[in-house]
């Protein structure tokens, strides 16, 4: 933990943030393994990053579309005008926070390096583990936005650093792959040759102008990721994101 206090002000400036209150970054670096340990040894309370991390989770997604709106929509008498839509737009937030994306980028900013753990994490090398780094930058940006008086603009400005944004943001097309497509390719490789996606309507409701949808997508018959959305394209696109996902954890890739 000492370790941890004389590094608070190198974390700051990776980040691009400075806590009023550190002892917020330092629990969004603190491993249940850490405290598990600590309470039966010096019985000390000390709380994980657990709940930072589900804070997180949620303003990430927030400050993620804050930022499509600004970079990918204009105002206009009648409202505001994009070039893209629903669906693209989920391809966009999707790829961003992608957890792959997430640890990748915690990574190279050498973050996951400051995680105070347990010996049994160190041993095992716990730190590595791509999802480890992704709930470690989800516990930053939930540390921050409590940290700041819960102002979306400074959880931007931290995701903004800590997340290479322009790559999705300004590029005039969109990522080249859609969900669908990366999940429709990863069942035909000759490794698996799974039977190609199916996607069911599992509910539509509200009025005509303000339509919802759910879509549940089988793959051989099997449920798996079920999106939601406004449009049949845009809860089939997330159905098949979360569906790669669970897909990718349960062959171990």
Not at 23 to 39: H, I, K, V, W
Request: charged letters at 30%; a negative charge.
């Amino acid at each position: 933990m000492e370790k941890f206090i004389k590094s608070i002000g190198t974390i700051e400036n990776i980040i691009g943030y400075t806590f009023r209150d550190k002892s917020l970054l330092t629990q969004a670096f603190t491993r249940g393994s850490f405290c598990n340990e600590a309470n039966v040894r010096a019985g000390v309370r000390y709380q994980s990053n657990e709940v930072l991390e589900f804070f997180g989770d949620s303003v990430l997604s927030c400050a993620i579309v804050t930022l499509l709106i600004r970079e990918r929509s204009q105002r206009y008498e009648h409202g505001i005008k994009t070039e893209l839509d629903e669906g693209d737009f989920s391809v966009i937030r999707s790829n961003l926070s992608d957890k792959k994306n997430l640890s990748e980028n915690i990574g190279r900013l050498g973050l996951e390096k400051y995680l105070i753990m347990g010996e049994g994490d160190v041993k095992v090398g716990i730190m590595n583990e791509p999802s480890v780094k992704e709930d470690l930058l989800e516990s930053i940006i939930g540390a921050v936005y409590i940290d700041s008086g819960f102002s979306l603009e400074s959880a931007i400005s931290v995701v903004s650093k800590m997340l290479d944004t322009s790559v999705y943001l300004r590029r005039v097309s969109i990522p080249s792959q859609s969900p669908k497509n990366a999940l429709q390719e990863w069942c035909a490789d000759k490794k698996r040759r799974l039977p190609p996606p199916e996607y069911r309507t599992v509910e539509e409701s509200g009025p005509d102008h303000d339509r919802h949808y759910r879509v549940r997508c089988y793959i051989d018959g099997v449920p798996y990721g079920e999106g939601e959305g406004k449009s049949l394209k845009a809860a089939g696109t997330e159905a098949a994101r979360l569906t790669l996902d669970m897909l990718k954890e349960k062959f171990g890739e």
